[in-house]
């Protein structure tokens, strides 16, 4: 499935995540992620240990998410 947003493109960023160790943590930093501007859908494993972040380019950064995932207590692989 596509998303169409008005000329602005969408990326998929996946980011490491250190620390999780149940499903209370994932919905931690899935609950940070999705608070966060230009996101649009946000999948967190905790098998994986990573965030997958699907987000609006021109109005998200990755850098945003990174603090936001760090600020909930966790650490960026």
Same mark, same amino acid.
């Given at each position: ?5 008005? !000329? ?8 490491? $995540? ?7 943590? +994932? *919905? *931690? +930093?899935?609950? $940070?992620?999705?608070?966060?501007? !230009?996101?649009?859908? $946000?999948? +967190?494993?905790?098998? !994986?240990?990573?965030?997958? +972040? ?18 909930? !207590?966790?650490?960026? *692989?």
């Amino acid at each position: 499935m596509e998303h169409q947003h008005m !000329g602005n493109s969408v990326t998929t960023t996946i980011i490491p $995540v250190k620390g999780m160790t149940c499903m209370g943590c +994932v *919905s *931690s +930093v899935k609950t $940070v992620l999705e608070r966060l501007p !230009g996101v649009i859908k $946000v999948t +967190v494993t905790l098998e !994986g240990a990573q965030a997958t +972040v699907e987000h609006q380019t021109a109005s998200s950064r990755i850098e945003d998410f990174k603090c936001a995932i760090e600020e909930a !207590g966790f650490d960026i *692989s």
